[in-house]
C-alpha cells in the first residue's frame, strides 16, 4: 500500500525555525515533493529531493533519507506570510500526498 | 495566477443538477490530473489523461465523468452527486510525468452539494 504521513498541525513564532516531517512508504520511489497551499488557492511547488540530502533553497531546505522513508521541510526566519498548509508528495509514477501540515505562525 | 485556471471558483448544486468543471492550461503540458481534496484527509487522484487518454481512474464513481478534449483542456462532469462529495477539486497539469517539477495547480473549484 502507499502511505505517507506528517503532522496535522503546527504553530510556530514569528522569526523561528520549524521542521515539518514527512515518512512515506510507496511502491515505487522517483523523488518527494513539497507543495504549500494557501487557504483557497493552488498548492505550489516548493522543493524537489531525489537523493539523500538536503536541498537549500533561500529561507526552505528539504532534506531526504532513503533508506529511512523519511523527509523534513525546514522552514527559517518564520514570516506570518508562511502560515498555510505543507503537503508532502512522493513521485511512485504518479504524486501521491500526504495529508498536509498546517503551520500557523504567531507574532 | 499558476498557468492553470479552473472554473468555477465555487459550486452549489442540489444532488439531482448536472454541472460541469472546467480546467485550462497553456503550458504545453500533455498530461492532466483531477485531485480530491477533503477537509484532513490526503489528495485523492481521480482521473489521469495523457495526450488526452484516460490512463488511470482510480475506482471513481460514475457520478464523476471526466473528458479531455484536447491537451489544453479537462471537464468533470457531475450528476447525482452525494454530499460527501463536497470538497475541493483540484486540476493539475505535468510535462508528462511528475519529474523535478511536480505538478501545476490550479486554484480548484469548491463545490458544495445539498
Known amino acids: 500500500g502507499q502511505n505517507i504521513d506528517q503532522p496535522t498541525e503546527m504553530t510556530a513564532t514569528e522569526g523561528a525555525i520549524v521542521q515539518i516531517n514527512c515518512t512515506y512508504q510507496?511502491?515505487?520511489?522517483?523523488?518527494l515533493f513539497w507543495y504549500q497551499q494557501h487557504a483557497g488557492e493552488a498548492p505550489t511547488f516548493l522543493s524537489y529531493?531525489?537523493?539523500?540530502g538536503l536541498e537549500e533553497k533561500g529561507r526552505f531546505s528539504s532534506f531526504l533519507s532513503r533508506s529511512k522513508g523519511y523527509s523534513y521541510l525546514l522552514l527559517k526566519e518564520l514570516q506570518m506570510k508562511d502560515s498555510a498548509s505543507y503537503l508532502c508528495?512522493?513521485?511512485?509514477?504518479?504524486?501521491?500526498f500526504g495529508t498536509g501540515t498546517r503551520l500557523q505562525v504567531f507574532p | 495566477e499558476t498557468g492553470v485556471t479552473q472554473t468555477p471558483r465555487h459550486l452549489v448544486m442540489g444532488m439531482t443538477n448536472k454541472k460541469s468543471l472546467k480546467c485550462e492550461q497553456h503550458?504545453?503540458?500533455?498530461?492532466m490530473y483531477w485531485y480530491k481534496q477533503s477537509a484532513k484527509k490526503p489528495l485523492e487522484l481521480m482521473f489521469v489523461y495523457s495526450l488526452e487518454e484516460r490512463v488511470e481512474n482510480n475506482s471513481v464513481p460514475s457520478r464523476f465523468s471526466p473528458e479531455c478534449p484536447n491537451s489544453s483542456h479537462l471537464f468533470l462532469h457531475l450528476h447525482t452527486l452525494q454530499p460527501e462529495d463536497s470538497a475541493l477539486y483540484l486540476c493539475?497539469?505535468?510535462?508528462?510525468?511528475?519529474?523535478?517539477?511536480?505538478?501545476?495547480f490550479g486554484s480548484g473549484t469548491r463545490l458544495t452539494v445539498v
Open positions: 510507496t511502491s515505487g520511489f522517483n523523488g
Open positions: 508528495a512522493v513521485n511512485a509514477d504518479k504524486l501521491i
Open positions: 493539475a497539469s505535468s510535462p508528462g510525468g511528475a519529474r523535478r517539477y511536480g505538478y501545476t
Open positions: 529531493n531525489v537523493l539523500d
Open positions: 503550458l504545453g503540458h500533455n498530461a
